[in-house]
T-cell receptor
Framework: GAGVSQSPRYKVAKRGQDVALRCDPI?????LFWYQQALGQGPEFLTY????????KSGLPSDRFFAERPEGSVSTLKIQRTQQEDSAVYLC??????????????FGPGTRLTVT | QKEVEQNSGPLSVPEGAIASLNCTYS??????FFWYRQYSGKSPELIMS????GDKEDGRFTAQLNKASQYVSLLIRDSQPSDSATYLC???????????????FGKGTKLSVIP
């Protein structure tokens, strides 16, 4: 079946521009996660949704970062007034329902954001 | 500080040998452990999950968990050049408050399998 999809795959933004990154999770997956991965590092947690509820946003680095999942399926990560330090790969992952033991997270291909 | 530690490598093994990848974690309350494989320029791919002490085998892969020592490992038998990748250890470190299933990742170990 279809996996997690993300768009765009690559995004170049000028410093100060706003960007929106989209994630389409595996059908039926209740939980959705956003991670940020810098070169040579492991992914770092940004935020987590259970259906449409954003249960944990402790990893968002600043108030310029905002995520939503209004209908409990597709999610958008928005970064306002992008800065060079925002350059990274943004990964989306979904899991079936970790509250019921189905914790395995499956990652999408990622969006590589470059801020110039 | 909630941490997951891995040797960054590179770890080089000859084709056909056993590759052993190790990971330690800081929080004794951790319950769920995962190994991901990441090829250069690609996203992480789930290989194994393990939740109980002991060994779990899946094909050429064996995950080992020792909660008392806060240690989890991945063994790859009969290593192939196609196994050359970075292997990420990920741990669900529990936080207080509303349940969160975020994963904390190590920096990864780069494995090279030499033909």
């Amino acid at each position: 079946g279809a996996g997690v999809s993300q768009s765009p795959r690559y995004k170049v933004a000028k410093r100060g521009q706003d960007v929106a990154l989209r994630c389409d999770p595996i059908s039926g997956h209740v939980s959705l996660f956003w991670y940020q991965q810098a070169l040579g590092q492991g992914p770092e947690f940004l935020t987590y949704f259970q259906n449409e509820a954003q249960l944990d946003k402790s990893g968002l680095p600043s108030d310029r970062f905002f995520a939503e999942r209004p209908e409990g399926s597709v999610s958008t990560l928005k970064i306002q007034r992008t800065q060079q330090e925002d350059s990274a790969v943004y990964l989306c992952a979904s899991s079936l329902d970790p509250s019921k033991g189905a914790e395995e997270q499956y990652f999408g291909p990622g969006t590589r954001l470059t801020v110039t | 500080q909630k941490e997951v530690e891995q040797n960054s490598g590179p770890l080089s093994v000859p084709e056909g040998a056993i590759a052993s990848l190790n990971c330690t974690y800081s929080d004794r309350g951790s319950q769920s452990f995962f190994w991901y494989r990441q090829y250069s320029g690609k996203s992480p791919e789930l290989i194994m999950s393990i939740y109980s002490n002991g060994d779990k085998e899946d094909g050429r892969f064996t995950a080992q968990l020792n909660k008392a020592s806060q240690y989890v490992s991945l063994l790859i038998r009969d290593s192939q050049p196609s196994d050359s990748a970075t292997y990420l250890c990920a741990v669900n470190i529990p936080y207080s408050g509303a349940g969160s299933y975020q994963l904390t990742f190590g920096k990864g170990t780069k494995l090279s399998v030499i033909p």
